[in-house]
């Protein structure tokens, strides 16, 4: 019997958590999910603060500790799993993994703020269109950025699946809401890109599993 500590990801439909739940699936790791709404307020309820007191998605409990952030999640599941989703520790195709997860987190992730959450930039009763329209021109470069960097690839690492590739799929997922996508470019690169990860019998398990069909990607 294994003594690896048992795996609980807590996940909401659609959000970076999406990524994780996906890489989990691919890595053959056995795992538990919980889903926490995030358009329900779940994640400010009680019983998910006792698990992540600041109520962010992903979390991923590890035996009785509590992992968060996307990046470090994915990092973790990459170590763990069997099926080399990670490359290894100390070369410069491990530390571009860390580049690419990055910069999705830290630059991707918050390019789609001012059009998903104007008023936390603008204050509640500040001028939510305008911080709405201001975003728009950083979000289209940003992701232009991201199929430019994804041209000649036919994975973020290269010919290698990683997970990177979920957190990637996540962004072009919000990138095609249908209050995005009239504000985007069409990017090919990354369009290939998600659909091979589509593809995956792994990534049509979690879709399944968190009800996400090609209608509820594209709503608001």
Request: hydrophobic letters at 40%.
């Amino acid at each position: 019997m294994s003594n690896d500590p048992a795996l609980t990801l807590f996940y909401s439909p659609r959000a970076c958590s999406l990524a994780c739940h996906i890489a989990l699936e691919e890595s053959g790791l056995p795992f538990a999910t919980r889903e926490v709404k995030i358009r329900e307020n779940k994640h400010k309820d009680e019983s998910y603060l006792q698990v992540n007191r600041w109520g962010k998605i992903p979390a991923l409990e590890i035996g009785d500790q509590v992992l968060t952030e996307a990046h470090a999640i994915l990092g973790y599941i990459g170590d763990r799993s069997a099926h080399d989703l990670l490359p290894a520790a100390g070369t410069l195709e491990r530390a571009r993994a860390h580049e690419w997860m990055n910069f999705l987190s830290s630059t991707v992730h918050i390019a789609f703020r001012p059009l998903f959450r104007p008023a936390v930039l603008a204050g509640t009763n500040g001028p939510i269109e305008a911080v709405r329209r201001a975003g728009i021109p950083l979000l289209r470069e940003t992701l232009a950025e991201v199929d430019r960097r994804l041209a000649g690839r036919s994975w973020a690492l290269g010919e290698k699946y990683s997970v990177c590739d979920p957190y990637l799929l996540v962004f072009w997922i919000w990138s095609q809401r249908e209050d995005v996508i009239e504000h985007v470019e069409d990017m090919p690169n990354w369009r290939g890109l998600a659909d091979r990860t589509f593809d995956r019998p792994a990534t049509q398990r979690v879709l399944a599993r968190e009800g996400l069909t090609p209608e509820a990607l594209r709503s608001a």
